[in-house]
């Protein structure tokens, strides 16, 4: 079974650029998740979907950060503009479902902002 | 509201060494689970275990156990006669089964470091 898979591994911009992220998570997932890790901290969730919709972005700031879910597969997170404390890894899971499945998570981006 | 505490920050043992990394937790609700999460240096988060809060019998894998006490409201892990390859950031998170969501809260993480 492959895995959740991420792109860029590694992305460096200046503040008030713009950038995204990609997941594609594993094949069959109705659920997908962002995870903002800032380094020394846990992953926390920016947003969950639930096959193309949005089950929760209580904690996304929606003024800069975007995300999509088109047909319910692949997933693309936005940052535009980007300032110096979103730099962190950006971390895509994927679970069978969203009643407390075990989160499979892609290798992440790490976003560096300068 | 949900919140999970893990204390240690950095632990360095020796390796062959026992060693339990804590985890407190705090719901309001009667059903959740409680996770296990390792992240190696290559960054990617590996699922290790999940409980519910019915089941309190402690569990076993290997070298790894766990330790689910709900009258301490914790989930403690120990890795028995630890291995360089143990070396990650642990993560212990908790999920309420009627939260908005069943959102996963992760703790901050331990840094577990087995020296050889």
């Known amino acids: 079974e492959a895995g959740v898979a991420q792109s860029p591994r590694y992305k460096i911009i200046e503040k008030r650029q713009s950038v995204a992220f990609w997941c594609n998570p594993i094949?069959?997932?109705?659920?997908l998740y962002w995870y903002q890790q800032i380094l020394g901290q846990g992953p926390k969730l920016l947003i969950q979907?639930?096959?193309?919709?949005?089950?929760?972005d209580s904690q996304l700031p929606k003024d800069r950060f975007s995300a999509e879910r088109l047909k319910g597969v692949d997933s693309t997170l936005k940052i535009q503009p980007a300032k110096l404390e979103d730099s962190a890894v950006y971390l895509c899971a994927s679970s069978l479902d969203r009643f407390n499945s075990p989160l499979h998570f892609g290798n992440g981006t790490r976003l560096t902002v300068t | 509201a949900q919140k999970v505490t893990q204390a240690q920050t950095e632990i360095s043992v020796v390796e062959k060494e026992d060693v339990t990394l804590d985890c407190v937790y705090e719901?309001?609700?009667?059903?959740?689970?409680l996770f296990w999460y390792k992240q190696p240096p290559s960054g990617e988060l590996v699922f290790l275990i999940r409980?519910?809060?019915?089941?309190?019998q402690n569990e076993i894998s290997g070298r790894y156990s766990w330790n689910f006490q709900k009258s301490t409201s914790s989930f403690n892990f120990t890795i028995t006669a630890s291995q360089v390859v143990d070396s990650a950031v642990y993560f212990c998170a908790l999920s309420d089964l009627y939260s908005s969501a069943s959102k996963i809260i992760f703790g901050s993480g331990t840094r577990l470091s087995i020296r050889p």
């Open positions: 719901t309001r609700d009667t059903t959740y689970y």
């Open positions: 094949s069959g997932h109705a659920t």
């Open positions: 409980r519910n809060s019915f089941d309190e």
């Open positions: 979907f639930q096959n193309n919709g949005v089950v929760d």
